[in-house]
């Protein structure tokens, strides 16, 4: 019998070893064995996050100062040929041009982050548009996009389904409207503290969209009918909506197009009154948990709504609302029979709470400890 080698076994087979490598320390040192076996290490890495990224839950780039240019990223992508997830977040200094690296390996790619990549302007999303027309995932956390590259990206890459737009302060409705007529198979769109949008470029959206957060945003009521337009939606954030936005100005959630939401966060919406509540209330027969802290201009009418119509709400949040009185605790108590979960301040210590907790044992009321501060109540 021939002596064979490690030359003579299949990729394939070297693979599967690889992958059935449980400890991560075995895995990280099966490419010293050979050049052969670091290939099979190089080409089986499907993601990747560059040394001074961030994570969400890390937002300091671990080093500041690190300069990323076109070559580093050349040399990476030669070298991992396969990715299909890519992280160049906190990589403040990264130019346009280093994108054009892309090109060899970019239609793998379904997923890349580039948040906080100041240096990255319309020319480099075009880049990637003509670099990767597979994208599904790509998130733009600050970066300064404006209206033509979001065009772009939506001409090039129509399979996208989660954009992350937030603090995106250039772009507007038009924007907005060219990416969501382009990628028709949008889940999940995030807008947030994004002040030059009405709401208005969601309009004819496509049902597939589920998760929009628009936190912070100078949504008109046009607008607000717009983002719920088509029918599938199930996460809705629009805490800190503009004050001038009028106290019926939700009513179109609750109109018939939001039959799916789950999870609905008004948190400081202090202009929201009682006639949306009843709205949402009624026309939102799956809501499991509505943020409705800072919510001032909710009375008795408003918490006697949700109490009888919101049967399937398992979380409410009531921290610091003004007008929220004893017998808006009874109404909550009364209704709302899958709750599970009650945010409220601790400074709201009334005979109506503890007998909520009499009645309502396996509730779990969180209690928020808050001082007051001028006008409104915030957290210590």
């Not at 049902?207 to 945003?217: F, I, R, Y």
Request: charged letters at 20%; aromatic letters at 6%; one cysteine or more.
């Amino acid at each position: 019998m021939e002596a064979s080698s490690i030359i003579d076994i299949p990729d394939d087979c070297l693979i599967f070893i690889f992958q059935a490598l449980d400890c991560q320390a075995d895995r990280e040192s099966f490419g010293l064995t050979c050049r052969r076996w670091l290939h099979i290490q190089n080409i089986t890495r499907l993601s990747l996050q560059f040394h001074c990224s961030f994570s969400l839950f890390n937002i300091t780039p671990s080093q500041s100062n690190l300069s990323v240019e076109s070559y580093h990223l050349s040399r990476l992508l030669t070298r991992f040929s396969h990715l299909q997830s890519l992280s160049l977040s906190g990589c403040t200094e990264l130019p346009d041009s280093a994108l054009a690296q892309l090109g060899s390996s970019g239609h793998r790619l379904q997923a890349l982050h580039l948040d906080c990549c100041f240096g990255i302007t319309d020319i480099g999303i075009s880049l990637i548009g003509s670099s990767c027309p597979n994208l599904a995932v790509i998130s733009l956390y600050r970066c300064l996009v404006t209206d033509e590259g979001l065009e772009a990206l939506a001409c090039s890459c129509p399979g996208l389904r989660d954009v992350n737009l937030a603090y995106c302060y250039l772009i507007t409705d038009g924007g907005l409207r060219a990416l969501l007529r382009g990628c028709r198979e949008l889940r999940a769109v995030k807008i947030s503290f994004c002040r030059h949008l009405s709401g208005i470029g969601f309009r004819d959206c496509s049902q597939t969209l589920a998760h929009v957060d628009a936190e912070s945003c100078k949504l008109e009521p046009e607008g607000i009918m717009a983002i719920v337009s088509g029918g599938g939606l199930q996460y809705l954030n629009i805490s800190g909506l503009s004050s001038g936005l009028r106290a019926d100005g939700l009513c179109s959630i609750g109109e018939g197009f939001c039959k799916s939401l789950k999870i609905l966060n008004l948190r400081m919406c202090r202009t929201i009154g009682d006639e949306s509540i009843l709205s949402i209330a009624k026309g939102c027969p799956l809501l499991k948990e509505w943020n409705l802290a800072l919510c001032h201009e909710v009375k008795l009418p408003g918490w006697e709504s949700i109490g009888r119509f919101c049967n399937s709400l398992e979380v409410l949040h009531v921290n610091r609302c003004r007008n929220l009185c004893d017998r808006g605790i009874q109404a909550l108590r009364d209704g709302c029979r899958r709750l599970c979960i009650l945010h409220i301040n601790r400074a709201y210590r009334t005979s109506a709470i503890e007998l909520f907790k009499l009645h309502r044992g396996r509730v779990q009321i969180r209690e928020e400890e808050v001082m007051c501060v001028g006008p409104d109540w915030t957290c210590r």
